[in-house]
């Protein structure tokens, strides 16, 4: 039913780009806001940005300036554009959706992550 699935981690050198998709299915898409978390080796599960359903962002200062998380409500999928990646960027990605309306706000969701490996 509610699915997001992850695309376009991969293997990317240390001040290179990546993005990475999040589409998902099973949901009013509009009505969540949306935001993407990291899991590093040994480390806690990070937040890395979200946008609401209005389009506005929040982002962490280790990405900020470096990445940004636009949404597309057409086609049910939201992005993190990454710029200037660092080796500390390298982690598991992963794609949330939380429910913002009065009605959604108990719903959570969760994708299976994407690995980004930033190295040289």
């Known amino acids: 039913q509610v699915q997001l699935v992850e695309s376009g981690g991969g293997l990317v050198q240390p001040g290179g780009s990546l993005r990475l998709s999040c589409a998902a299915s099973?949901?009013?898409?509009?009505?969540?806001?949306m935001g993407w978390y990291r899991q590093a080796p040994g480390k806690q599960r990070e937040l890395v940005a979200t946008?609401?359903?209005?389009?506005?962002?929040n982002y962490p200062d280790a990405v900020k300036g470096r990445f940004t998380i636009p949404r597309d409500n057409a086609k049910s999928t939201v992005y993190l554009q990454m710029t200037s990646l660092k080796p500390e960027d390298t982690a598991v990605y992963y794609c949330?959706?939380?429910?913002?309306?009065?009605?959604?706000?108990?719903?959570?969701?969760w994708g299976q992550g994407t690995q980004v490996t930033v190295s040289s």
């Open positions: 946008i609401t359903r209005g389009g506005n962002t």
């Open positions: 099973g949901i009013s898409f509009s009505l969540y806001a």
């Open positions: 949330n959706a939380a429910g913002s309306t009065i009605a959604t706000l108990s719903r959570n969701y």
